[in-house]
Structures are given as C-alpha cells and as structure tokens.
C-alpha cells in the first residue's frame, strides 16, 4: 500500500509542472494588443504579422525587410481641431514675438497672436507657409528643437487639457512594439515638418529622430562665433504629402515598406507604393468614426480628409480600423 | 595516502577550469582590428570606443546616440584613377546608348563611349553632370538599381583588375564592425549618388539603405499601367558634399554623430559638425600615403583633395590614418 503516496506525490508533482508550463504558455500568448477589440482588424494585422514572420512560410520576409511605414497626425495622435503641428506653429510665433514687434499690426502674424483663428483658416496654406518660413527663417536646427521640447512638456490640447503628446493613441502604441517585437524597423512618415517631430517621437513612440521622415525647410550651415550651426531658409526644401511621402520613403527610407499605416488621402500613394512590391503586403487605415470618444471625420473634412483612399481601401481589401468598435481605449492617458 | 589521487584529481579539475577560462578570456581580449598595426591610429579609435561605451565613464554615451559617419569614396573603398561612382556611370551610359543612337554623335556621350577619358576630363563637373542627368531621365529607381547590381557583379577595375566592390578596405570594415559591435549605429555619408550606393552597401559594408546618406537628383511618382513608380527628373535634388554633408546629416539622421570617418576637403564640415558637439567625440581621416599597395595623393590631387582637413586635422588633434603605416593590408581581397 506504499504506491498511493507515491503515486499522489506524482501527480502532485504533474500537476505543479502542468500549472507551471500553463503560466509560461499563457505569458507567451499574452495579447499584444489589450487594447484592440477583437474585431476584423485586429485578426488581419496578426495574421499578417504571423505570415511574414514565420519561417518557411511562403509569405516570410527577413528582418531586415520588414519595413513599416506610420503617417503621424491622424494616425499616431490626434489632430483635431487642427493639426498639432499648427499649436506648435503657433506657439513658437508667440514665443518669437518680442523679437518681432512689427508682427503685432502685420497679418498674418496678428492673427496668431490675437488667437484669431477665423483670418487663419481664411489664410488658408499660404498664410500657415508664410508663418512657418517666417518662425524659421535664420533660427538654428538647435533652438528649434529646444522650442519644440518646450512645446511638448507644456502646451495643452484646447478639449482635453492634456499634453498635446499624451494624446498619442494607445492601440496604435501597442501596435508599433508588437511589430518591433517581430523584427520590424518602424518608421513615421508624415506631412508634417520633420523637426518638429525628432525632438519627442523617440520618448512617445519609440521611433528614433533617423526614422522619421517629413517636410522640411531647406538650410544652410555656416560658422557662427567659429561654432558650426545648421540654419533654417524661408524656402521649402520637401514636401512629404500624398506623392511626396512615396519620394520620400524612397528617398529616406530606399526601401519599400511591407506594411503602411495612415488615416488620409494624403498617405494613398504610400499605400499604393507600398502594396505595390511583391509577397505580402498590409496597408492599414484610421477611421476616425467616434464622435464621443475622440472625432468623426472623412469625406469632407477639411483636416484629414479621407475620401479617395477609402474607396481604395474598399476596393482593395485594405483594412479599415474602425476606431469607434475596434479601439476599447483611445488615448495613452486613458490606460490604467 | 587515499588523498593524494583526491587532491590529484581536483588539481586536474583546476588545471581544466584555468584553461577554459584562459580561452574565454583569449577569445574575448581577440583584436577587433587585426587587420591594423598597432599604432597611434588604433589606440586612439580602441580609447575613444572604450571611453564612451563603458558604463560610469565621464565620456559614456547612450546606445541610441552612438551614431557614427562614414564617407565612401577614399575611405571605405578607393577612389582612383576616377571616383568609382563615375566609372558606374559610364557603364551606365553604355548599358543605355541602343536606345539613344544619336549620342554616337553628341558630346559629352561620343567620349564616353569611346573611352575618351581626356575630353570627359576636361569637360569637368558640367559634363558630369550632364551625363547623371540624361542617363537617368526617364527611369524608374528600381531599374536603377538593377543596373547598379549588375555592375557590382561584374565590372572590374582597370589596375586591379577586381571587383569594385572587392576593393573595400579591410581595415574600415574591421572598424565599422567593431563599432557596430560596441552599439554604435554606423551611416554612410558620401558625394556620390544615393540611388548608386543602396544597392550593395548593405552586402559589402553591413550597412543598410536606410543608413545611407548621398547626393540624389529629383523624382517623381506616377502610375506606370496602373503600377506605381518612382521615376528620375534630370534635376539635382541634394549634394551631400562639404557644408551639403553636414546638412545631409541634420536631414537625414537628425542626430549629430559622435564620429565621422572621412578623407578629403569634402568631409571637412561633417568634421566639424561631428566635433563641435558636447563630450567625447571622434575625427578620423584616411590618408592615402600608400603609392605601391593603394595611392599616395592628398594637397594638389584632383580626386579627392585633402588639404584644408589636413590642416585642421593637425590642428585640432583629429585622427590622421597613415595608410602606409598603419594598415597591414589594404583590401578584402588580401585577406588570408
């Protein structure tokens, strides 16, 4: 009558093993993605993930290939009621002011500085590049991005009071470490200009200042008291927008991406250019379709319209986030 | 007397453990240059790579800021007789002159394809010029490529008679993994084509496309029979050559490197860029003093003049590599 003990020792001991490799099992298989519903879209970036990655599948790219390319405004973080790179467009024309006296009876700098923005939408692209080559005409790539820091630890979002970067979306944060967890390099490809964003898209997204692709102001560099400084021009150097952000993933990046994520018509060439290349391929977009929780814009919205790319999406099977259904969070101060 | 075998065997044991970790140590003290004679040039590199990755060093630099610079031609690879890049071009203008029959007749293409090196000489940087843009009109980045490839393959240099791409330096490939395997994130920024260098750098140098930094002429998109194409325009785009280099790397890296390896007046300003920076930072010039293994030239030479970064250089204390002295071999090839 010995075996009983023994036997139950066993068993015991299975048990134990079993609960063990169970845990590890489930802390392997812990969702990438809490903050995804599981709902189509989340299934089809998995998939797609798992394809690419799985050796001797017939869809496997190696790491050094797997290229993901990421609009900013509208798909990495809010960007109504205008897009934030206009906040800080603005807040840095205030902050050079005092230097400016005539800005005070000149427009369109009088409009920024009584918050006018009813002249300023009127002013339309003109006034917003004559502001911009006028913020950085002679200032250095250095006290540029200190006014960007600046902006970034201070400046608050008019609806919901937090930091302009506290308004990055968490599932799209998740998104860009389960793809760097999978071997890929991860990039921001945006309208927008490219120094604004260097300064912070490390700390909030993770991507380095040498993966971040934008527009951009020419600039000349010279000797200033012996020092070298990078200095800023009144002219356009790139514009990295609809075709421009296929010129400028090939002029950046020099290869093409595997998967592409953005919310606009501005980002329907980098999905076209994207899908474009051979074996498998995946072009995301952002939705916004929650008026509660965040916006609901598309076809005629005057900031990130999505119109021509959304008919292309459906005609091309790309996905389609629906950010009201597919997102149980929005925003990364939201996360507990 | 049952110790002795014991204290015998536990000697034995000893002498095992001793050996192995002698071999552990030995494999781990290995030169990272081997290919380097131990000169001033080698200790400088191994204190400064030591001094900013060692933990609780004064000089220590995060992963993620170790960016280091590279210029190609003359310092990765030869530049003689002709920078390399030209000699693609030349091939370039041959692969292509069947569908242009009147360049038999027209100058600057009847030299070229008649090997009439004396009037392309003369014809100087306008004639060049000319020569990038016509040959490339028209076609797509991924034809370019293929073009590039299939020279890399198979175009040989005339005294060598080598692959070009055989005639990298071993010693700036032992650098440039020495560096990589102290986390240091190593860029090419180079005068030559962009568009030329993507296609191999990351085979020969470890180096990625979307590590590579050069001069570049304009593009365009277009839909091609509905397949999307990045196509050249015969315009300059950027020349990422002396003040171009620093500015190249504000535009492209957004981070200013910690050091910069490069061997002409071209490079001067990414010197100074690199070097104005706050701590530890590093200034390496290769300079060709080898007439019989490689080339000797440096004040009056036409290709790749070095003569005011000699100057500072000497100056400033930067880092001159006597190629003759300081390097064991010169090329891949050589390697045993």
Chains 1, 2 share one sequence.
Not at 28 to 38: C, I, K, T
Not at 134 to 158: D, F
Not at 275 to 290: E, K, Q, Y
């Amino acid at each position: 009558m010995r075996s009983l003990p023994v036997k139950s020792l066993l068993l015991k001991s299975l048990l134990i093993l079993l609960l063990l490799v169970n845990t590890a099992f489930a802390a392997a298989a812990a969702d990438p993605l809490p903050s995804w519903n599981d709902t189509a879209a989340k299934k089809a970036i998995v998939t797609f993930v798992e394809d690419v990655t799985r050796e001797g599948s017939p869809d496997f790219v190696p790491p050094a290939e797997r290229i993901a390319t990421f609009d900013n405004d509208g798909t990495l973080w809010s960007e109504q009621p205008n897009y934030f790179p206009e906040a800080f467009l603005y807040y840095h024309i205030k902050a050079l002011a005092p230097q400016h006296p005539e800005w005070k009876n000149q427009q369109p700098f009088k409009a920024v500085l009584e918050d006018d923005m009813k002249t300023l939408s009127a002013g339309g692209e003109k006034a917003w590049l004559e502001l911009d080559c006028a913020s950085h005409a002679g200032i250095t790539t250095e006290e540029l991005a200190q006014s960007v820091k600046e902006w970034a630890l201070t400046a608050k979002h008019p609806r919901t009071g937090r930091l302009y970067t506290e308004m990055a979306y968490q599932p799209m944060l998740e998104l860009l470490d389960y793809l760097r967890a999978n071997g890929f390099k991860t990039f921001i490809v945006s309208g927008g200009e490219i120094d604004f964003m260097r300064p912070w898209t490390e700390k909030v997204y993770g991507i380095p200042p040498e993966q971040v692709v934008g527009s951009s102001l020419k600039t000349k560099f010279e000797l200033r008291d012996g020092k070298p400084v990078i200095v800023f021009l009144p002219e356009i150097n790139f514009m990295d927008d609809g075709a421009g952000k296929a010129i400028g993933i090939e002029q950046y990046i020099g290869r093409r991406p595997i998967a592409a994520f953005g919310n606009s018509d501005g980002d329907l060439q980098m999905f076209q250019w994207t899908t474009a290349g051979s074996g498998a391929r995946f072009a995301l977009i952002v939705h916004h379709t929650d008026v509660d929780r965040e916006w609901a814009y598309d076809r005629t919205s005057a900031v990130g319209r999505l119109d021509k790319a959304l008919d292309e999406a459906q005609a091309k099977g790309w996905t389609v986030v629906d950010m009201k259904n597919d997102w149980k969070i929005i925003y990364v101060f939201e996360k507990q």
